[in-house]
């Protein structure tokens, strides 16, 4: 099992690749559902399927290297598969509900989703070798679209979607982050931005869920904005590793506790207390040592 430090989580030397869903390299074919075309996780497999890791965290942020990732990687789900957490989200999504997928990735979980009779689907990524990949994998799938998209730039119209799904998307941007307890200013707008779109592309009564590493104590200080015009609740999910799900619905106000979260934030100065233990050697540690913002 890999090492826990405070609040971040060490790189291990061996993982399970067990604990986080379909690592590529997986010899697990997936089932797909009528009109989706068939295929493996990888045709790359490597023992523990660790040689897409970078460098550096900072190449998380570049779509360089998911362009090259993406032209050799069939597949990867961050934080489990869809049936890991089917039952959170089925409590509030409807079949007929428009969806879209922020930073899809190579993820089964457009597909999962369109299996289980969710079938409006929207995907975007800001990798063109993805997107053009996904868009061949699933074209047997009527309802399901694919585009490529900057997630601070979203080309819809006002209140769009029913539901706005993202999986370690905002993770990934947050990977250079030396503490959870202070955001950088480039980072907070680069959140800023994103979260701003996608407040404006729900409709009214509509879900944005995030799905994360990122515990409520740090996450929500992030979510917990008047701005956006959405209430913030979470739940969680998973063994061993405990990932989080929150769901903010538009139109909703914040919960008076949120609300007061957002106050004391926009009176404090933003302060890592001095007990805030901090990872060495940031640039050493996997993306999975940061998404615990």
């Known amino acids: 099992m890999p090492r826990v430090s405070g609040d971040y989580l060490l790189k291990p030397q061996h993982v399970d690749s067990s604990l986080f869903g379909n690592f590529p390299g997986s010899t697990e074919e997936l089932r797909q559902p009528s009109g989706l075309k068939h295929f493996t996780s990888s045709s790359k497999p490597t023992a523990n399927n660790m040689e897409y890791l970078p460098d550096k965290n900072s190449s998380y942020k570049d779509v360089a290297y998911w362009d090259d990732r993406y032209r050799t990687e069939q597949h990867y789900d961050w934080l489990g598969s869809f049936s890991s957490f089917k039952h959170l989200l089925e409590k509030i999504m409807k079949k007929e509900d428009s969806i879209l997928i922020l930073g899809c990735g190579n993820s089964s979980l457009g597909g999962d989703m369109y299996g289980a009779g969710y079938h409006a689907i929207t995907n975007i990524d800001y990798s063109s070798v993805c997107i053009s990949a996904m868009r061949a994998r ?47 200013p480039e980072t907070s707008s680069f959140i800023h931005q994103a979260l701003s779109e ?4 729900l409709k009214p009564g509509g879900r944005f869920v995030s799905i994360t590493f990122a515990q409520p104590f740090f996450r929500k200080r992030l979510y917990a904005r008047t701005a956006y015009d959405w209430s913030v609740r979470h739940d969680s999910y998973g ?55």
């Open 138 to 184: 699933y074209s047997g799938c009527p309802g399901m679209t694919w585009h490529q998209m900057d997630v601070r730039q979203l080309s819809f119209a006002d209140a769009s979607f029913d539901v706005i799904l993202e999986k370690a998307t905002l993770d990934a941007i947050m990977v250079e982050e030396k503490s959870p307890w202070e955001v950088s």
């Open 239 to 293: 063994e061993g590793f405990e990932y989080f799900v929150y769901v903010m619905t538009k139109g909703e106000q914040l919960s008076p506790e949120d609300a007061a979260l957002e106050q004391r934030l926009l009176e404090e100065p933003a302060s890592q207390p001095a007990s805030c233990p901090t990872p060495q050697d940031e640039e050493d540690n996997d993306f999975l040592c940061n998404i615990n913002l």
């Open 198 to 201: 996608i407040s404006r592309c």
